[in-house]
Nanobody, 124 residues
Framework: QVQLIESGGGLVQAGGSLRLSCTASGRTFSTYTVGWFRQAPGKEREFVAY????????YYGDSVKGRFTISRDNAKNTVYLQMNSLKPEDTAVYYC?????????????????WGQGTQVTVSS
């Protein structure tokens, strides 16, 4: 397994932008599918986006489609989540997760490694 560390969260006004980073340790990270999930207080963990090992396959949850962009730089062992046009309902703890499989999944149970999360708060 790899160790994942998220960064880039913070407080932003509605309509603003943030870029989250997920940096991994381990030489096998470039073979991992990576997903972003989020969890708001009192709610279940929600799928946000995933990206395949080479960036060739990308998929977004309906609530972020058109506003968020996932990308990766395997040379830096890092996956990014660019979040634009943020809304108060985007407020949550954001987690990145790694999956040792080329199969894509929107289910959190299918991911093997998780970061500790980074808080994103969007004020109205």
């Amino acid at each position: 397994q790899v160790q994942l560390i998220e960064s880039g969260g913070g407080l932003v006004q509605a309509g603003g932008s943030l870029r989250l980073s997920c940096t991994a340790s381990g030489r096998t990270f470039s073979t991992y599918t990576v997903g972003w999930f989020r969890q708001a207080p009192g709610k279940e963990r929600e799928f946000v986006a995933y990206i395949s090992w080479n960036g060739g396959r990308i998929y977004y949850g309906d609530s972020v489609k058109g506003r968020f962009t996932i990308s990766r730089d395997n040379a830096k062992n890092t996956v990014y989540l660019q979040m634009n046009s943020l809304k108060p309902e985007d407020t949550a703890v954001y987690y990145c997760a790694g999956r040792r499989s080329t199969l894509m999944s929107t289910m959190s149970k299918d991911y093997d490694s998780w970061g500790q999360g980074t808080q994103v708060t969007v004020s109205s």
